[in-house]
């Protein structure tokens, strides 16, 4: 069945640094969100991809849509301690949402 | 607009003991969502419902596991008998359009099982 993997797994950041974090489809994609999980709470959604190669920006973050629709990175400049939290993409092909395991992003102040 | 409710919160019983959970999906959302969050795992679908009807249950293990949505609103999941490996947060989530769309999240129920 679709997988959908993404790296790394952890990351540290001192406050002010850049982060990105990547996902990979085993299948291609309709479609792709980003989620957001605050330590102790639920995913809430950030974004969503679905053209090839479509970039889309929301303040300091930067989401990207692979070429194939196989592939897409969320990216953030200089990270605050209020980017805190686990992040999630979640890929649509033939079957319903996929999610991955996710990035913890963790800002050291 | 109020969210997506769910009940209880929290839930701790034994093994081969049953539970059941409660979902409220926001109003006018025809998709609704349970999924199952193990500790450091990303959601994984367990049953997809569109108004009251199953669109995709095939990570549910049914042995164990049941899910209805009577009268298209209000969701219940269920987990009789319970096992170690079911411990996990129940996060249950609606869409509006018919599961294209942002998929908006409940605040989960924590389940420990003893």
């Known amino acids: 069945g679709q997988q959908v993997m993404q790296i790394p797994q952890y990351q540290h950041v001192q406050e002010g640094e850049d982060f990105t974090t990547y996902c990979n489809s085993s299948t291609t994609l309709s479609n792709i969100q980003w989620y957001k999980q ?55 092909g033939n079957t319903p949402l996929v999610f991955g395991k996710g990035t913890r992003l963790s800002v050291i102040a | 607009e109020a969210g997506v409710a769910q009940s209880p919160r929290y839930k701790i019983i ?44 095939s990570q549910l293990p049914k042995d164990r596991f049941s899910a209805e949505r009577l009268k298209g609103v209000d969701s219940t999941l269920k987990i009789q008998p319970a096992k170690l490996e079911d411990s996990a947060v129940y996060l249950c989530a609606s869409s509006l359009d018919r599961g294209q769309g942002e998929l908006f999240f409940g605040s989960g129920t924590q389940l420990s099982v003893l």
Request: one cysteine or more.
């Open chain 2, 14 to 57: 034994e093994k081969r003991q049953s539970v059941a959970f409660w979902c409220n999906p926001i109003s006018g959302h025809a998709t609704l969502y349970w999924y199952q969050q193990i500790l450091g795992q990303g959601p994984k679908l367990l049953i997809q419902f569109q108004n009251n009807g199953v669109v995709d249950d």
């Open chain 1, 38 to 92: 605050r330590p102790g709470g639920h995913p809430v959604f950030l974004i969503q991809l679905v053209k090839s190669g479509e970039v889309k920006k929301q303040k300091r973050l930067t989401f990207q849509f692979g070429e194939a629709k196989k592939n897409s990175s969320l990216h953030i400049t200089a990270t605050q301690t209020t980017d805190v939290g686990t992040y999630f993409c979640a890929g649509r």
